[in-house]
């Protein structure tokens, strides 16, 4: 992957959070759930406004992708990736966790990767083969060994339209606080995957697969870490679920998650 795409890329999304920056405000919550939607839809709209032109210049070939909630196979060749707002609902709210996404895939598999967290200034940047950074400086997942001293986390999206899901995130949630030192339940997913490639949570678990996560992932493989469906099978960018973690604690998560 070549160095001038990946300096347009961040340069890319590094406008995009500027202007973010502009529409995020501390102040009190909106109103309503109508104002609530409008706020999360304008958002996306002027992040995909400001990094497409420039990554689609960058690019030429490749395809767009900004559907957040999107999964399943890709069709061969190059495609971006975009979760415009990961963490959007914490946006909209004053909080401070919520960052833009973005990730290029190739014939199905990730070759770079910009996750960027503008309220804290952090950059997160990955290329296939290529090492994991944040703000230039190398990242490598934690040394830990052992589950119990471990901070886990997951972070589903939307459980309550589900119950069986709803069901079984409870269950895993049990098992895991039996078994880590913590357990956080928060978006966006993007956010813990970028924590477990910079070495400060140990593992992170989804039971959904969706493609915005795709850079978190290439984060975490290029940081070190493991990154396998919850068979332990290696992860694909079309599985139904994920683990990601540091090498010393996978084998522990994945049992606890599959018992």
Not at 89 to 96: F, I
Request: glycine share 10%; hydrophobic share 45%.
């Amino acid at each position: 992957m070549s160095q001038e795409l990946l300096a347009a890329t961040v340069a890319a999304v590094r406008h995009a959070g500027a202007r973010m920056m502009t529409r995020y405000s501390i102040e009190s919550p909106l109103p309503g759930l109508p104002e609530l939607l409008a706020s999360l839809q304008a958002n996306d709209a002027a992040v995909v406004e400001t990094l497409r032109p420039a990554l689609t210049e960058a690019q030429p070939s490749a395809g767009w992708l900004d559907d957040e909630h999107g999964s399943g196979p890709l069709a061969t060749g190059e495609w971006w990736l975009v979760d415009p707002v990961g963490g959007n609902v914490n946006a909209v709210h004053g909080m401070p966790d919520w960052n833009i996404g973005v990730s290029l895939v190739r014939d199905g598999r990730p070759v770079l990767a910009v996750v960027y967290f503008p309220v804290s200034d952090e950059m997160f940047t990955a290329t296939e083969g290529g090492g994991a950074f944040l703000n230039g400086v190398r990242l490598r997942v934690s040394g830990k060994t052992s589950l119990d001293g471990a901070l886990a986390g997951t972070g589903q999206a939307k459980p309550g339209r589900d119950p069986e899901l709803a069901e079984r995130m409870g269950s895993a949630f049990a098992a895991m606080t039996n078994s880590a030192l913590y357990v956080r339940v928060s978006v966006p997913v993007t956010h813990q995957l970028a924590q477990v490639a910079a070495g400060r949570m140990d593992l992170h678990w989804q039971f959904d697969n969706v493609r915005s996560h795709v850079a978190g992932v290439l984060l975490v493989q290029e940081a070190g870490g493991v990154v396998t469906d919850l068979e332990g099978k290696p992860w694909e960018l079309a599985g139904e679920s994920y683990l990601a973690a540091a090498p010393g604690v996978q084998a522990a998560a994945l049992k606890v998650l599959t018992a």
